[in-house]
C-alpha cells in the first residue's frame, strides 16, 4: 500500500492527514494546509464576507457559498480564503470561479448575451401573458347562429318528454 492510498483511506475516514501530504497528493484534503485555520485579518475577513455572500454553494444552490456546510462548500471557501490572501482582487476572484463552475456560482450573473434570457425572459414572458389576456378580453363573442327548424323541433321534443 502506497503513501498515496494511505492519505486516501486517512482522508476518507475522517483521520486527519498531515499538511505535508494534503499539499503534496492531489484530491486529499485541501491543497491550503495549515494556515486555513488561523484567525483572518480584518479586512480579508470582510473582504471573505462580501465575496462570499455573492456566491451560490453548487451542491445547495439556494445557499450562499457563506452559509452552507456542504464539503464542497468548505473547500471553496478555503480556496476564497487563499484567492484573497494571494492578494487576488475580487473581480479575478469572481472571473476564476465562474471559468471553472459558470455563471451559475454567482447569485447575481452579469448581464450578458449569454444571460439574457435568465435576465430578461421573465419580462418577456409576462409581457406575453398580459397581451395574450388583453387579446381574449378585447374579442368580442361570436354572434350566436340561429338554430335550423330541424334543430328546434328536436329541442322541443326533449324538453316535453
Not at 455572500?53 to 451542491?59: Q, S, T
Not at 439574457?116 to 409581457?127: D, I, N, R, S, T
Amino acid at each position: 500500500m502506497g503513501v498515496a492510498n494511505v492519505a486516501t483511506d486517512a482522508a476518507n475516514s475522517g483521520a486527519s492527514v498531515p499538511s505535508t501530504v494534503q499539499a503534496t497528493l492531489p484530491g486529499v484534503g485541501a491543497p491550503v494546509a495549515a494556515h486555513t485555520d488561523a484567525p483572518m485579518s480584518a479586512a480579508v475577513q470582510a473582504r471573505w464576507d462580501h465575496i462570499a455572500a455573492e456566491l451560490r454553494c453548487l451542491v445547495c444552490q439556494n445557499e450562499s457559498l457563506a452559509s452552507s456546510n456542504a464539503e464542497l462548500a468548505l473547500d471553496l471557501r478555503r480556496e476564497l480564503r487563499g484567492l484573497i490572501e494571494r492578494g487576488q482582487s475580487d473581480a479575478d476572484i469572481r472571473s476564476f470561479l465562474v471559468s471553472r463552475y459558470g455563471d451559475f456560482v454567482l447569485y447575481k450573473p452579469e448581464v450578458k448575451p449569454v444571460t439574457w434570457l435568465l435576465w430578461f425572459g421573465p419580462f418577456v414572458l409576462l409581457l406575453g401573458a398580459l397581451a395574450l389576456a388583453l387579446r381574449l378580453m378585447r374579442r368580442t363573442p361570436a354572434a350566436p347562429v340561429p338554430l335550423t327548424e330541424r334543430e328546434r323541433e328536436r329541442a322541443r321534443q326533449l324538453l316535453e318528454s
